[in-house]
């Protein structure tokens, strides 16, 4: 087990430096592909979290408490966080180089996840979003990974429903989606009235920096998935919660200081969305965003600079990507097992090997591990 | 905690090693199913469904022309046929049905707002004679273009005379009625080549790109419609108690057709399972016999307490005495779920996760 741990973590930093070395052993597929961490579903209705190396070889499993959603990788070691989905508590840390568990967390009294967290750059923190029970308000909380992840800071999400947070690229603030629908277990209780944000808050204070609020006229329109470049493009990921017939953009960019950018697929395509984002992922040159439509089984790409649409490719079941090293090009993971290498830009759509234990059905989120 | 770790070494290349153990299903096997299954249940189904539409649609003009209460019963008679070709069919959720909203606009259920009695209104109050053609419907709500917006027409109270004094009721009842023939005719058209297209699944073309992709679309409509069954079309109006049932959430309650429903979708569903030659049943027998009876045995319970249970649902959910039956019914059903996703482990078919359940 010594060695292939090792060899995996060699793979692990070959790939890393793929793009920078063309000649570097691996075949041209191999080295495109990436090592990834995702929560899963095995056949027999139990709830995991896998990781795979490069080659799309299992390397670790293990069984969470609950069905997971997005997980988050820490940036130097080889930890993952698996964080339940609304409306469960836990929030475990796994060490998949050597399969323990490094902590069993549960969510405070009053509180339960919404299945995101995020950790900060130089791996200190573990942030998440939370709801507090009693008001409905939703919260954003940081755990030191360095003190046995406790609680050093606990503040408003500047909303009701926060679901996916990211971190700015200067490490300074956190950009929270509140989805703005408040729930009880999973039922939806204000429909009618809900009012999502975006909202900016100082990572330190969480003091609010800037938010922005979907336009009265697409108050349903539920901001829940987004994703940050590196120079603090936001790309967001929508769900509708009016009419299936209605004609509304299902995709959003924005930058602070600027008004919301909504985007509409082409019409055939927008409607085929089903009012439904799963996902929303910038590649490796943050000038490309692919936004996964898991109901209408398609992923669509949006050009960054301009908004445009570039193209749409099927996906059965599509929803978990993640950046490649490669510009333009995503992996993408369906809740049917399979896993892909997409480009909009060449057209590349090829199914990758998977070599696993048991098949798994990959949950919404997708995660690189390097 | 549980560890699995695979060496990178090809030793353990194995794929799926867990299952190795298991005569698998061969792929030719599952061919052969899908083959069966679209040939013998599922096109002879949407087959049924657009002439039950067609004859809906003609007798309908034929009621326009003369409005008076035997016509009415006959196109009462009529939609409650259209109904049951729908409810025969309605478990697949794949393929053309579900593109361009198809699915919704036959049949938008459960609706929680009564958005299908709002739109109607608002419809007939406007009576807008222009409007009732391709276009409008392309841009009207689902609520107003299928099978729930004609039931509340045709099987309103006073269906009888108000169709008699609004002259613009016949016009607007008549819209859906073409609209729902012409829906189902593209659904069945469109089957054809998509049916051509899933029995040749592969990699290079089509939307299928194996023979177990196309399977697992299939098997979804025989394993995750129980559910709903379960869930929103007994235990949703069943409520907690008999005083407080809610009969109105039941399904088709005004052409009181609510439990001939759930029978023409467990038959249905049963014929899925074992009625195709070959059938999932006959893959399940070899390896898996004790499996196969069971799921054999719960149709036939819950077939057996369907038959018992006295029509309407309506009254019957408000009935103390029924209760137990109804728990019953639910409990077979529950049974019944639980052994096809052991089925559908054992044969080695991964459903994923239920789409409606997002976050």
């Not at chain 1, 008001?135 to 406790?150: I, K, P």
């Not at chain 2, 002879?44 to 039950?52: F, I, V």
Request: glycine fraction near 6%; include cysteine.
């Amino acid at each position: 087990m010594e060695i292939n741990r090792r060899s995996f973590c060699q793979l692990l930093a070959a790939a890393g430096t793929a793009s920078l070395l063309p000649t570097n052993g691996l075949s041209a597929t191999e080295s495109n592909q990436v090592a990834f961490a995702s929560a899963a579903k095995s056949n027999d209705g139990s709830y995991w979290l896998a990781v795979t190396n490069n080659q799309g070889r299992e390397i670790a499993r293990h069984k969470l408490p609950g069905r997971g959603h997005h997980i988050a990788v820490h940036p130097t070691k080889p930890h993952v966080a698996a964080i339940a989905r609304r409306p469960d508590t836990f929030l475990q840390i796994f060490d998949y180089d050597s399969g323990r568990l490094v902590a069993d967390l549960q969510a405070g009294d009053d509180r339960h996840f919404y299945g995101h967290c995020v950790f900060s750059h130089d791996g200190q923190f573990l942030i998440s979003t939370e709801n507090q029970l009693s008001t409905g308000q939703g919260r954003v909380v940081v755990r030191d990974c360095h003190q046995h992840y406790r609680i050093v800071a606990d503040f408003s999400s500047g909303g009701i429903g926060p679901h996916e947070l990211v971190l700015t690229p200067d490490q300074q603030q956190v950009v929270v989606a509140n989805g703005g629908i408040r729930t009880q277990g999973r039922k939806k209780l204000n429909l009618d009235t809900m009012r999502p944000n975006l909202s900016y808050l100082d990572l330190n204070t969480g003091t609010l920096l800037e938010q922005i609020e979907m336009p009265e006229q697409f108050h349903q329109l539920s901001i829940r998935h987004i994703d940050i470049n590196s120079t603090g493009t936001v790309a967001i990921a929508l769900q509708y919660q009016g009419a299936l017939e209605d004609d509304v953009p299902l995709v959003a960019l924005h930058r602070r200081g600027e008004q919301l950018q909504l985007l509409r697929a082409p019409q055939m395509i927008n409607q085929q969305m089903k009012q439904y984002c799963g996902s929303a992922r910038f590649d490796s040159s943050g000038e490309v965003v692919a936004i996964s439509a898991p109901r209408g089984d398609l992923i669509t790409f949006w050009e960054e600079s301009s908004g445009q649409f570039i193209d749409h490719i099927r996906s059965r079941d599509g929803c978990g990507i993640t950046a490649t090293g490669n510009p333009a090009e995503f992996l993408v993971t369906t809740g049917t097992g399979k896993a892909y290498l997409m480009n909009p830009r060449s057209g590349l759509r090829n199914r990758q090997p998977l070599t696993l234990e048991t098949p798994m059905s990959w949950d919404n989120h997708l995660s690189a591990v390097s | 905690m549980m560890l699995k770790k695979l060496a990178l070494t090809g030793a353990l290349a194995l794929t799926f090693t867990a299952n190795a153990a298991q005569a698998e299903v061969s792929e030719a096997q599952w061919q052969a199913l899908n083959n069966a299954i679209i040939d013998q249940h599922l096109m002879p189904r949407y087959q049924t469904l657009s002439g039950a539409a067609d004859l809906f649609q003609q007798q309908h003009q034929q009621f326009c022309q003369q409005i008076n209460q035997q016509q009415l019963t006959n196109l009462q008679k009529d939609f409650r046929q259209l109904q049951d070709s729908w409810q025969a069919v309605q478990h697949f959720r794949f393929g053309p049905v579900e593109q361009l909203m198809r699915y919704q606009s036959m049949q938008f259920w459960p609706d929680k707002k009564n958005l299908t009695s709002k739109q109607l209104n608002k419809l007939l109050k406007a009576e807008d004679h222009e409007k009732l053609d391709e276009e409008f419907f392309r841009r009207a709500s689902v609520a107003v273009k299928g099978l729930p917006a004609m039931e509340r027409l045709l099987f309103s109270k006073n269906a009888l005379s108000e169709y008699q004094q609004n002259q613009y009721r016949c016009l607007l009842s008549q819209a859906i009625a073409d609209h729902i023939a012409l829906v189902t005719r593209e659904i069945h058209t469109e089957w054809q080549p998509f049916a051509t297209d899933m029995k040749q699944a592969n990699l290079a073309k089509g939307f299928y790109e194996d023979t177990i992709e196309a399977s697992v679309d299939l098997m979804k409509g025989l394993v995750e419609p129980v559910e709903v069954i379960r869930n929103l079309k007994v235990l949703r109006p069943m409520g907690s108690t008999a005083a407080k049932a809610k009969p109105r959430r039941t399904e088709s309650w005004r052409s009181a057709r609510s439990l001939e429903n759930i029978r023409t979708n467990l038959k249905s569903l049963d014929h899925l399972f074992q009625g195709t030659k070959p059938s999932v049943k006959h893959l399940l027998d070899t390896e898996h016999p004790q499996l196969s009876n069971k799921l054999q045995a719960d149709f036939a319970r819950v077939s057996q307490t369907l038959t018992l249970l006295p029509a309407p649902l309506y009254d019957t959910l408000e009935t103390p005495e029924r209760r137990p039956q109804l728990e019953q019914l639910a409990d077979q059903l529950k049974s019944l779920h639980l052994n096809l996703e052991l089925a559908m482990q054992a044969l080695n078919i991964q459903l994923g996760f239920n789409s409606s359940d997002g976050d």
